[in-house]
């Protein structure tokens, strides 16, 4: 691990290669799983101020799953806030548009611009952060559906924080990013 301010990136972060293909995987990250995904207790607020344009975007299941019981729910096994499922295990969020899986707050926020993406859990995908005391531990989440992802971004050489970067850099920020770039430098050239 190399300590960038209060984070602990793993070596994997900084050495695997990653680049979405979505393409080749239609999106699927966004219904697999066991629950919705995490999202922290600010972006509720966001969420609630846009979404009038985000139920523009969602499909009828989402709709009626997000006025039956809301968007956002604790699961139940690690008390963490997640989004809330359709019926059938799909984020509330989730809609198809030629074939591909889309979240509805991107595509609302890329029409609307209200400067959210989607939570940041998806977006720092797949970069997975944990909380522990003062530090946040940063680790590569591997998964065999992002295979061709991981095929795509060897042949186009982009590691997994290059990847991510637009998302470190909204959760940590540029200048974090920048400490990041010179600390994986330094580690490499050690190597």
């Not at 293909?21 to 697999?32: D, P």
């Not at 207790?41 to 139920?55: L, M, R, V």
């Not at 006025?67 to 989730?94: A, R, W, Y």
């Amino acid at each position: 691990m190399i300590k960038v301010g209060d984070c602990l990136v793993s070596e994997d972060v900084i050495e695997k290669s990653f680049a979405c293909n979505v393409q080749a995987c239609k999106g699927v990250c966004c219904i697999e799983g066991d629950a919705g995904a995490p999202i922290e207790p600010s972006e509720i607020e966001t969420i609630h101020q846009n979404i009038n344009q985000i139920k523009e975007e969602m499909d009828e299941d989402g709709l009626k799953t997000l006025h039956s019981i809301g968007f956002s729910e604790k699961d139940p096994f690690d008390q963490m806030l997640v989004t809330t499922c359709k019926p059938n295990k799909e984020c509330v969020f989730v809609v198809r548009k030629n074939g591909i899986l889309n979240c509805a707050i991107e595509l609302a926020n890329q029409k609307n611009d209200f400067n959210f993406q989607k939570p940041i859990s998806c977006h720092l995908y797949p970069v997975r952060v944990d909380k522990y005391n003062e530090f946040y531990a940063l680790n590569y989440h591997r998964w065999s559906i992002c295979a061709d992802a991981c095929t795509k971004g060897e042949i186009e050489n982009i590691k997994v924080y290059q990847f991510a970067q637009k998302a470190l850099e909204r959760k940590f920020g540029k200048e974090w990013y920048e400490d990041l770039e010179k600390s994986i430098k330094e580690y490499l050239n050690k190597k």
